[in-house]
């Protein structure tokens, strides 16, 4: 049996541990509170925001992100309100949140560029004039081109954004008619070009592979396109097929979508495109030029993975705000409501909108701190008495020549590395104990 076919299971993406499936020492409101004002007690301590943004006009039948698809944008003001009203409860809650600096603010979503300009404004500045910001300080946000105006990359450029990412996911007509998403590359080009113009320094393209109808041909075509526009960073995402959480995407035929060996060449294929073009593979999926902070990050070993993906440090604490905002202190976990009608009621009385979370326990954080390190750097020193445990698990991928043990440390070898999301849940101790009975991970390919 190949490799690939023998490796190809469901498997976490790993950016959590415990996996969110596996939370299960639910916090309450106020003991989340009190992880949040923990989190912030060293006077160097620094924390990042994330925002969530959940509208979008249109429905893209491949997305698995928590959206909100509508084209009424009198949905925007009462959600601004929303947002600022918990951050409001928070600040009150966590006296430090005005003391210590903001290193980070990521606007995610759903759309971010689906709120109009003045919107934008309204929702960014009453956060940012309460808060200390750090003279480092990385605003990043992710961006439609095809939703996207200039005057909003400009009043998001004065707020101090410097990274955008834009969806892009890939050019050929045919796989963009099937995911609903027709995007033509000119709309890519000129959001590019413009975003630098303004002053962007890291202009970021998600590609995604194994998406319908994708080939070899077609995925080497939108790679070339997408070096003509030599983006900082390409988060080249393995598409994750999930139909039993997204309806969606069940619009499109599973005979479609390039399986095992095929949705691995068209990686492989593309990677030495990348490769080629200067470009080096970061971790999981990412790939960045050196030129850009997340290759520097790389080489100044601070680099760090958290529900936004890949950056370049790591903060005290996460805090999301908005419908299904995760937020993370490091020894807790946190989900707001994710049905925005939910999120709206609670928020309008006075509640934070706890939906679910998971206190880490000791071992939670041992394991947690491996997982990291092993997605980050490619290898690990694991615990003495976890060691003979995971040697156990993954004897396969030894004998296979995927992994090597130096004594203690774990290391995942250059023909390893497509089995990454396999290597972690050796280390994945609440896994091990309970693997689960029906689908709930996308595939480790
Ligand atoms: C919040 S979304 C995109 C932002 C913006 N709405 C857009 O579409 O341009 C962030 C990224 O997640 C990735 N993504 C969404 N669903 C995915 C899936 N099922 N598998 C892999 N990647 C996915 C896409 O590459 C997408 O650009
Ligand atoms: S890919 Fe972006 S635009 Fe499309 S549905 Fe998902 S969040 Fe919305």
């Known amino acids: 049996m190949s490799l690939i076919s023998k490796y190809d299971v469901p498997a976490p993406r790993y950016?959590?541990?415990?996996?969110?499936?596996?939370?299960?020492?639910?916090?309450?409101?106020?003991?989340?509170?009190?992880?949040?004002?923990?989190?912030?007690?060293?006077?160097?301590?620094?924390?990042?925001?994330?925002?969530?943004?959940?509208?979008?006009?249109?429905?893209?039948?491949?997305?698995?992100?928590?959206?909100?698809?509508?084209?009424?944008?009198?949905?925007?003001?009462?959600?601004?309100?929303?947002?600022?009203?918990?951050?409001?409860?928070?600040?009150?809650?966590?006296?430090?949140?005005?003391?210590?600096?903001?290193?980070?603010?990521?606007?995610?979503?759903?759309?971010?560029?689906?709120?109009?300009?003045?919107?934008?404004?309204?929702?960014?500045?009453?956060?940012?004039?309460?808060?200390?910001?750090?003279?480092?300080?990385?605003?990043?946000?992710?961006?439609?081109?095809?939703?996207?105006?200039?005057?909003?990359?400009?009043?998001?450029?004065?707020?101090?954004?410097?990274?955008?990412?834009?969806?892009?996911?890939?050019?050929?007509?045919?796989?963009?008619?099937?995911?609903?998403?027709?995007?033509?590359?000119?709309?890519?080009?000129?959001?590019?070009?413009?975003?630098?113009?303004?002053?962007?320094?890291?202009?970021?393209?998600?590609?995604?592979?194994?998406?319908?109808?994708?080939?070899?041909?077609?995925?080497?075509?939108?790679?070339?396109?997408?070096?003509?526009?030599?983006?900082?960073?390409?988060?080249f995402y393995s598409y994750a097929h999930v139909p039993w959480l997204k309806a969606s995407q069940r619009l499109f035929t599973e005979d479609d979508l390039p399986k095992g060996h095929d949705k691995r060449n068209l990686y492989e294929n593309s990677r030495r495109q990348f490769e080629e073009f200067g470009y080096v593979e970061i971790g999981m999926d990412h790939f960045a030029l050196s030129t850009d902070s997340l290759y520097k990050a790389v080489k100044d070993k601070t680099i760090h993975r958290n529900f936004m993906g890949y950056t370049d440090r790591r903060t005290d604490l996460l805090l999301g705000l908005g419908v299904s905002a995760i937020s993370d202190s490091w020894t807790c976990f946190h989900q707001n409501e994710k049905i925005l009608k939910k999120y709206q009621k609670q928020i309008s009385e006075n509640q934070i909108p706890t939906l679910r979370g998971h206190i880490l326990s000791e071992e939670d954080l041992l394991i947690r701190k491996s997982i990291l390190e092993l997605t980050t750097r490619w290898k690990v020193k694991v615990k003495e008495v976890f060691v003979d445990e995971i040697k156990n698990y993954l004897f396969q991928m030894e004998l296979d020549n995927l992994i090597i043990w130096n004594e203690n440390e774990l290391e995942i070898l250059e023909k390893g590395k497509p089995f990454l999301r396999n290597v972690c849940m050796g280390l994945d101790l609440k896994l091990r104990k309970n693997s689960p009975e029906v689908k709930v991970f996308s595939q480790s390919i």
Not at 85 to 99: D, G, H, I, W
Not at 166 to 184: A, T
């Open 15 to 235: 950016t959590s541990y415990p996996t969110v499936p596996y939370w299960s020492e639910n916090p309450s409101t106020d003991t989340w509170i009190k992880h949040v004002n923990q989190s912030l007690e060293k006077e160097d301590s620094k924390f990042a925001i994330y925002l969530h943004i959940p509208f979008c006009e249109t429905l893209c039948s491949f997305c698995g992100c928590n959206t909100s698809i509508t084209k009424n944008h009198l949905v925007e003001e009462p959600y601004i309100e929303n947002i600022l009203k918990e951050f409001e409860m928070y600040l009150k809650r966590v006296p430090n949140l005005k003391n210590r600096q903001l290193l980070e603010l990521h606007l995610g979503g759903g759309t971010p560029t689906y709120l109009s300009e003045k919107n934008l404004e309204s929702l960014l500045t009453p956060i940012l004039s309460k808060l200390n910001i750090a003279d480092e300080k990385h605003f990043s946000l992710e961006v439609d081109p095809r939703r996207t105006r200039k005057d909003q990359l400009e009043i998001l450029f004065q707020l101090g954004f410097r990274r955008i990412s834009l969806g892009v996911q890939d050019f050929d007509s045919e796989v963009q008619r099937l995911i609903n998403r027709e995007q033509p590359y000119e709309q890519t080009k000129y959001i590019t070009e413009i975003a630098r113009e303004i002053g962007y320094t890291s202009v970021n393209f998600d590609l995604i592979y194994g998406l319908p109808k994708q080939t070899e041909e077609s995925i080497f075509e939108t790679v070339k396109q997408t070096l003509k526009l030599k983006p900082d960073r390409i988060a």
